[in-house]
């Protein structure tokens, strides 16, 4: 196999992880925080700034409680996308590889785009695996935040590919 492997996944589906498993099992790399130093580099933006806009939508309503004002914010969102887009393109062009998140599947509509998701109560036993000091109402909120926030990125970023970010389970 020479194509890349996109996985976009809702928030506690384990998207993460089996994507880890796939690429260990194919011998193949495997990319998803370590993207953020790649766009970073490719971008020429500082780590932490891309971190904080990591898969999120521009506020182009103001309603954020980021610290940037809207102008700024569009452009650096807008920028980050730019680079990200190119890293992505490149490491498909290289060959085999297994990238989660940030529009992969929009950048790369050739390769193997899978959607990864779970039922409600899966999600939040794992969530809660994962980080036990959240309750179950704080667990529910969360997996609710991510969610929205991911597919919003995802209908914001990539309109033109024909996808809708639509998981088949609601949280």
């Not at 370590?34 to 309603?63: H, Q």
């Not at 809660?128 to 000091?133: D, F, V």
Request: aromatic share 8%; proline share 5%.
């Amino acid at each position: 196999m020479n194509r890349a492997i996109t996985i976009s996944r809702q928030y506690g589906s384990g998207g993460r992880e089996l994507g880890e498993k796939l690429a260990k099992r194919l011998g193949i790399p495997f990319y998803d925080k370590e993207l953020i130093a790649m766009i970073a580099r490719e971008g020429g933006i500082e780590p932490s700034i891309l971190e904080a806009n990591d898969e999120v939508e521009p506020d182009l309503d103001n309603y954020s409680t980021r610290e940037i004002v809207p102008e700024y914010q569009i452009a650096m969102t807008q920028r980050i996308y730019e680079a990200q887009a190119r890293v992505i393109e490149k490491l498909g062009k290289e060959g085999a590889c297994v990238i989660v998140g940030r529009c992969a599947d929009a950048i790369l509509p050739e390769a193997v785009n899978v959607f990864v998701f779970g039922d409600l109560d899966s999600r939040l036993k794992r969530i809660m695996s994962l980080h036990p000091e959240l309750s179950k109402e704080e667990a529910k909120e969360s997996i609710a935040l991510v969610d929205r926030r991911r597919k919003a990125y995802h209908e914001y970023y990539s309109p033109w590919s024909g996808e809708r970010w639509t998981p088949t389970t609601s949280a």
